[in-house]
């Protein structure tokens, strides 16, 4: 399987990681049930998927003065058995401000997952082993978004909304026992106190910018004083932690793993990757049910082989990475994805359902040959003290990355009139621009180093 790590933790690490992907998009699918069961109205609705968002953007960059505070191990059991609890509040939640609070802690939990269970592979496997680590974890990443929809579309049809979040506790329950058990050692970090101000300054900075980036287009954008309120916090939260911890080395957030080249290049090619992949999982259906006619269920459908595209190839990257430089890797899968762009660019209802899904295919498979290598990249040469801090802020620029261009793409194409004749150019323009996006971050790959492990690099990992 992976050398360094027993079958029990690399089950659990993994388990922990599919759910936390998986509680976002299976709620979205349950929404209207939710609103109908709770009566909630119209406007309140949409807060039952923001709090979840908020809270994980929040948390993520926290992950490693959590873990510093009191070892990764309880980090990671503290995050997943919060997760499992807070589904079960979900679950039970008899009106909407008891189901916001249980979101609130669900999306904190969440968003310590992912970091903590990247920082924990990188750290229980050698660094020969890093890529195929990393396409383990991306694969289950990816179990979301590909049986989100389908699951919870049935869950709720079946058994009625509570049923997705009860789903989360046998695996949650499986998740914590197995980490217990096969996680006795894993924290290799001095225990240390949390930057509190730090974390109050930036933190309220980047709930600004997600409230900023998920009510600007509801609010009207810079017609609402409400948004200029947003980008106010935003401004000073994140530009006063920042210059804070560029005079401080035990500030919160650390910027010391930006002093590695190749982790500032690979952390804005994922901010980058962020912009693209979400913005065309948003606007491919859009596009499908908008200007092409499909129904939900046909667009939903289309976007289907994008996943297993994906999937498959992060699982191919297992015998792959390593072997081939992670430049070449990084190119095949940019262009692959830059091509399925233009492709839907240009796109025409009269192209059938079959050329649709092919494009949104190929999308996948490009995705997928980009995830695995850049994550691996991104630590080649951090020390390992750096890690976890480092995943947080790697993990946190991803997700701004897609909030940032969900909220662009809409705007420019749909914040304004339009006759149903301009409908196609004006998502053929978003198109366009991903393109671009993504030529950029093709530019950007050149200025990543390989590392090539060998015996002495392993054994001062070792030693640190």
């Known amino acids: 399987m992976l050398a360094g790590i027993n079958r029990m933790a690399l089950f659990s690490l993994l388990t922990a990681t599919a759910l936390q992907a ?12 939710m609103t109908r069961s709770l009566e909630v109205d119209a406007q309140s609705s949409p807060w039952i998927l923001t709090t979840y968002i908020v809270a994980t953007a929040l948390a ?7 873990s510093a505070a009191v070892g990764r191990r309880s980090a990671l059991l503290m995050a997943v058995g919060g997760l499992t609890l807070a589904s079960l509040v979900c679950a039970a939640a008899p ?59 049935v869950l709720v049809d079946a058994f009625g909304w509570r049923t997705i979040f009860l789903i989360n506790l046998p695996f949650g329950v499986l998740a914590l026992l197995g980490l217990g058990a096969g996680l006795d050692r894993v924290s290799r970090q001095e225990k240390l106190g949390i930057d509190a101000t ?63 080249r190749n982790f500032s290049v690979t952390t804005a090619c994922s901010f980058l990757a962020g912009f693209v992949v979400i913005s065309s999982i948003a606007l491919v259906p859009m596009m499908l049910e908008n200007a092409f006619g499909y129904d939900a269920a046909s667009a939903g459908l289309a976007m289907t082989p994008r996943g297993l595209g994906t999937m498959a190839m992060m699982l191919a990257m297992n015998r792959i990475v390593g072997r081939v430089d992670h430049r070449a890797l990084l190119w095949v899968g940019v262009s692959l994805s830059a091509l399925a762009l233009l492709g839907l660019a240009f796109a025409a209802p009269a192209w059938g359902f079959a050329a649709i899904a092919g494009l949104t295919l190929v999308q996948g498979l490009g995705v997928g040959l980009i995830f695995t290598p850049l994550s691996t990249a991104a630590f080649s040469f951090l020390p390992v003290a750096m890690r976890t801090d480092a995943t947080g802020i790697f993990a946190l620029l991803r997700h701004l990355g897609g909030g940032i261009g969900v909220a662009v793409v809409s705007t420019f194409a749909f914040g304004q009139s339009m006759g149903s004749g ?22 950007a790959v050149a200025l990543i180093k390989t590392d090539r492990p060998t015996q002495e690099t392993e054994l001062r990992e070792a030693a640190d």
């Open 22 to 33: 998986l509680d976002l998009t299976i709620a979205t699918i349950a929404l209207p049930a």
């Open 60 to 66: 993520t960059p926290t992950a490693g003065a959590l």
């Open 95 to 153: 009106n909407l401000p008891i189901l916001l609070g249980a979101r609130l802690a669900q999306g904190a939990a969440a968003g310590l997952i992912m970091p903590l269970v990247q920082a924990t592979l990188l750290d229980l496997v050698p660094r020969s082993s890093h890529g195929r680590a990393m396409s383990f974890f991306g694969a289950a990443v990816m179990v979301g978004p590909i049986l989100g929809p389908s699951i919870g579309g």
């Open 198 to 260: 730090g974390l109050v300054v930036f933190g309220s900075g980047i709930v600004a910018l997600q409230l900023l980036l998920e009510r600007g287009p509801i609010l009207g954008w810079l017609s609402s004083a409400k948004v200029w309120l947003y980008a106010l916090v935003m401004s000073l939260g994140i530009v006063g932690a920042v210059l804070r911890a560029a005079r401080r080395r035990d500030a919160f957030p650390s910027l010391q793993p930006f002093a590695d």
């Open 422 to 443: 301009r409908l196609l150019d004006a998502y053929r323009v978003d198109f366009l621009l991903l393109v671009m996006v993504t030529a950029v971050m093709a530019a």
